[in-house]
């Protein structure tokens, strides 16, 4: 079974940091297509940041230049460095990949979401 596993989530005062980390579990071949999204309270779930196969990135433009997503393809793990933090950052965080595993001798591909991680903002 694949799964997509996160943590790093918490409670931090505005102006602070936090690092997300998404980890890929199960029988991997590859990870690719990366992203975070966000779902705060009685709104819909929103892209934050993206990362192509080719490695290129797309922000929110609320979070450009605050955030950072980054890839570890060895741990097939995946990050959101958050920096400046606000407290209309405040939401539950949910990572989203492309994933390949290997059955026998056939590439199976999976559009996996992990289970959120709350991010909690005070001001």
């Known amino acids: 079974q694949v799964q997509l596993v996160e943590s790093g989530g918490g409670l931090v005062q505005a102006g602070g940091s936090l690092r997300l980390v998404c980890t890929a579990s199960g029988n991997i071949f590859s990870i690719s297509n990366m992203g975070w999204y966000r779902q705060a309270p009685g709104k819909q779930r929103d892209m934050v940041a993206v990362?192509?196969?080719?490695?290129?990135?797309n922000y929110a433009e609320s979070v450009k230049g605050r955030f950072t997503i980054s890839v570890d393809n060895a741990k097939n793990t995946f990050y959101l460095q958050m920096n400046s933090l606000k407290p209309e950052d405040t939401a539950v965080y949910f990572c989203?990949?492309?994933?390949?595993?290997?059955?026998?001798?056939?590439?199976?591909?999976?559009?996996?979401w992990g289970q959120g991680t709350q991010v909690t903002v005070s001001s």
């Open positions: 989203n990949a492309d994933v390949k595993t290997l059955q026998g001798d056939q590439l199976h591909e999976y559009d996996v």
């Open positions: 990362v192509g196969s080719r490695g290129n990135t």
